[in-house]
């Protein structure tokens, strides 16, 4: 069963753990700019959001790579890359609505998330349940229970308003 | 890696579900969800709320008692200051 | 690697800046944060100096295991001769400041001399500069990170600051990071004030090499595991610290009406659960899980609809308990009003209580503060005077001077009613019950502070082979324990043992919630001793890294002895062996300390120590910590 990694913006606690297991596992080191994930922060009104790469299905990255070093792997529903391919235009970097990839001037390539070859270490780390890494047809299971409780809530409320 | 250290050995004496009486420090286990709870060993009650479903904690005494003391003390500051 | 960060000495009267690498046996003597600054303190300060004065030093440190796979490693330290006590000034504050700091190349700031105008230090891969600080000069603590930010047309600058209090040179005024992450305790924030130094930013994308990288990453997971499975963890990352002040004020072991009593009954509109009902929300420092931080948005009044986190336990008691108030209000408003203003809740809060009893007693009248009607209970006296002393205003003038320089000015024996050790009021905590809590507070390095070594799993009345497991390991003791709070019996070390925790973990960077303060089962030594290998390479075994925290311990006694602290400088206010407990569960009711058994406690507390019945370290007690030729000057 395919899977896919599911961001809660609600539940994050902006403490960028993820930022540093990423680049920990990918590079070897505590640098945020090597890792493939950023908490965007707007600090002085407590908002924090997970940003990361959403493997999109058309992937926009896939499209402008002029050497079809991105691809897709259908298998992991992830857009892969070879590096043997790349040679570091940045396009895809352009591309990206999401501002999702970017590039490791340590190493000198561009950098997004490949899902940690089927085990992001990201959503093992997370347990505030900001990320999660699921089934893809339960991706919206939780959300969708939580907001329908909230309605349940209002119509209970509602119907105990108008009925006495 | 895998030696245990003593925070982890202290560990698995973790009681879930449960906390220790305030009063005579017995660990007591108030039924899920209960809103107050008399100690069955000093008889003490307590005011009990839960952070999480299966995690019981005291949120205060029930205060009548509390009060008439205080209330005394404070009296008792005045007098003594006439 | 984690251990070539640098060291760079900033001269604000000259604008010299160098910059040296740390030797690594200077590293294994003191690791970093508190421990180095503490030695950078003692060789850099010479003795009986003005704390305001520019011969002062401020150092501004980030620990060891910071920005690394430790959990919670997020811990910055601010040293300096403290302008409030007079004796060591430290504060250790979480947030996002000190990775970023390391991240820019640095752990360690010596910064010296005063500017002649405001300025901000802007520290950038490897570079500093002090760059020029007027637009930031009188702003709050949120104001002044946004402008830095907008200057430097970077959103992720991280910034610490001092605000409005610490420009007027209150002298418990705080350093700041972030909306509310405070570094308090002993008037850092006056220090960088009387610099001109409003603020700190930093930016960094320099590589933390971690030295075992996959070993570190299945560590810190399991390690977070135990940290999240804790009981403890779980009710704070639900409540908040705030469960804190619930759990104590239920016993009856806090200061109400400043010390006149030990519960605030009655108080369902204040506790957890209550305040809980503001909050929108968890946050929390870098790299934790147990997000402690509550976010709320003020609901009603002159700051209606202000977002703000925490409010914290210590918060509770400075705007609650101590003035004896019970509006959640209040309490929501005064955690904003000094994260704003940079001031330290606990000292503002007993400040204010303290005022109140005299105003009580008569000692202060409406004369003295200007029509303000200062009784208990009075919400928005309480208010008004934090606005006051943050801007140094009327009787907000003579309270922004600490209890023993405020004491004297008011007289009439007002020192009688202050609540504080060594001239920094306590918390708002009641140790009457409790030897080992008031032990503590007692002999703590920088004063009557919770935060150098409180015992506080002594409340959970643990068994006795549970507290011998902790207390026992990594240098054997098998001295008397007792699981009863009230006792006297064992505490001393239990106290000596928890300085040792503290300082250790200080040096290293990690959050006190992460050990054994409020958990028993909590990492301490020995999982430091395995997170220092996986991350830095260095070995060290858990008996290592407590030397190091002993080493560090003496040379903090020896700076205070040096400007003069002698043995009458441990003790508590008369209050608590006078005036006993009226209210609480029965256990606590009508407790004083005993003023024998106390002393008795605080000979066994220094023969732990190896300090001689002075207080003082014996010479083979430096010789074995290889510190009995300080200073020495290698840094």
């Known amino acids: 069963m395919q899977k896919m990694l599911v961001v809660d913006y609600e539940k994050c606690t902006g403490c960028r753990l993820c930022e540093l297991v990423c680049a920990v596992k990918h590079e070897g080191v505590s640098n945020p700019l090597r890792a493939r994930i950023h908490i965007v922060k707007w600090e002085m009104k407590g908002i924090m959001v997970p940003m990361i790469c959403n493997q999109c299905e058309s992937a926009p990255c896939i499209s402008v790579c002029p050497t079809n070093a991105r691809t897709r792997d259908e298998e992991q529903r992830k857009v892969n890359v070879d590096y043997d391919k790349c040679i570091g235009c940045k396009m895809c970097i352009v591309a990206c609505p999401f501002g999702a990839v970017s590039f490791d001037p340590f190493a000198s390539r561009i950098i997004s998330c490949d899902l940690c070859d089927g085990d992001p270490r990201c959503a093992d780390f997370c347990e505030t349940g900001a990320l999660r890494y699921v089934e893809a047809s339960q991706s919206n299971k939780q959300r969708q229970r939580e907001a329908a409780e909230k309605l349940y809530e209002s119509m209970r409320k509602f119907t105990a308003a108008y009925t006495g | 890696m895998n030696q245990e250290t003593t925070s982890e050995s202290i560990a698995k004496g973790r009681t879930l579900g449960a906390f220790r009486c305030l009063n005579c420090f017995v660990r007591i286990s108030p039924p899920k969800g209960a809103t107050t709870y008399k100690c069955p060993h000093c008889g003490f009650e307590w005011r009990v709320s839960w952070p999480l479903p299966d995690l019981p904690r005291i949120r205060g005494p029930v205060w009548e008692v509390n009060r008439r003391l205080a209330e005394e003390a404070i009296a008792k500051k005045k007098k003594g200051k006439k | ?635």
């Open chain 3, 1 to 635: 690697m984690a251990l070539n960060r640098k060291i760079a000495y900033i001269n604000l009267t000259t604008g010299e800046i160098e910059t040296k690498p740390i030797p690594l046996e200077i590293r294994k003597m003191f690791l970093g944060g508190r421990g180095l600054d503490m030695y950078l303190m003692y060789n850099h300060i010479k003795p009986g100096i003005d704390p305001l004065g520019p011969d002062n030093v401020a150092l501004v440190s980030a620990g060891l295991l910071v920005g690394t796979l430790a959990s919670a490693s997020a811990r910055t330290h601010v040293a300096g001769k403290s302008p409030l006590t007079g004796f060591v000034g430290s504060t250790n504050m979480g947030g996002f400041f000190a990775p970023e700091m390391r991240w820019a190349g640095f752990d360690h700031l010596v910064i010296k001399g005063k500017a002649e105008k405001p300025v901000y230090l802007w520290i950038h891969n490897g570079e500093i500069e002090i760059r020029d600080g007027s637009s930031i000069w009188g702003k709050t603590v949120q104001e002044t990170q946004e402008i830095i930010r907008e200057e430097l047309g970077d959103s992720d600058v991280k910034i610490l600051t001092i605000g409005i209090a610490g420009e007027n040179l209150v002298r418990y005024a705080n350093v700041m990071t972030e909306l509310k992450n405070a570094g308090g305790r002993s008037g850092m924030g006056a220090l960088l004030g009387s610099k001109n130094l409003k603020a700190i930013a930093a930016r960094g994308t320099m590589d933390i090499k971690i030295a075992h990288p996959s070993e570190a990453l299945e560590y810190n997971r399991k390690i977070i595991r135990q940290i999240t499975s804790a009981k403890v963890s779980q009710t704070q990352g639900r409540l908040g610290t705030n469960f804190i002040w619930g759990a104590t004020n239920t016993q009856g072991l806090v200061r109400v009406r400043n010390f006149q009593l030990n519960q605030l009954e009655d108080s369902d509109d204040i506790e957890p659960e209550k305040l809980d009902e503001f909050n929108i929300g968890m946050t929390g420092c870098f790299g934790c899980q147990v997000h402690c931080r509550g976010k709320y948005i003020i609901p009603s009044g002159p700051y209606a609809g202000v977002y703000a986190e925490g409010p914290e336990y210590t918060s509770i008691g400075a705007w609650a308990g101590e003035p004896g108030c019970r509006n959640p209000l209040t309490i929501l408003v005064g955690n904003h009003l000094v994260n704003s203003y940079g001031l330290d809740t606990l000292e503002t809060g007993s400040m204010i209580a303290w005022a109140m009893e005299l105003y009580e007693e008569g000692i202060l009248t409406s004369k003295d503060t200007d029509g303000l009607d200062l009784r208990f209970g009075n919400d928005e006296a309480v208010i008004e005077m934090v606005h006051r002393i943050a801007n140094r205003k009327g009787l907000g003038d003579i309270l922004a001077e600490g209890p023993l320089r405020a004491a004297k000015k008011i007289g009439k024996n007002s020192i009688k009613y202050s609540i504080q050790v060594k001239g920094m009021s306590n918390l708002h905590s009641d140790e009457r019950p409790t030897p080992a809590l008031a032990l503590g507070i007692a002999t703590g390095s920088r004063g009557s502070d919770h935060l150098r070594s409180r015992p506080a799993i002594d409340l959970y009345h643990l068994p006795e082979p549970v507290l011998r497991k902790i207390y026992s390991q990594p240098v054997p003791y098998d001295g008397p324990l007792s699981s009863d709070y009230r006792d006297y019996e064992g505490k001393p070390w239990q106290v000596f043992w928890h300085e040792m925790c503290y300082e250790a973990v200080d040096c290293l960077g990690i959050c006190k919630y992460h050990t054994t303060f409020l958990g028993a089962t909590l990492p301490n030594f020995e999982e430091w001793s395995k997170l220092l290998y996986y991350n830095t390479g260095l070995e060290m075994s858990p008996l290592d890294i407590w030397t190091v925290a002993e080493r560090c311990y003496n040379i903090e006694r020896l700076f205070n002895i040096r400007e003069g602290l002698t043995r009458k400088d441990d003790w508590l206010s008369d209050r608590y062996f006078d005036e006993p407990t009226t209210v609480g569960i029965p256990g606590v009711r009508n407790k004083t300390l005993d003023r024998e058994k106390f002393k008795k406690m605080i000979d066994e507390y220094y023969e732990h120590h190896g300090w001689d019945e002075n207080g003082v370290p014996r010479p083979e007690t430096l010789r074995r910590l290889g510190i009995d030729k300080e200073p020495s000057h290698m840094l």
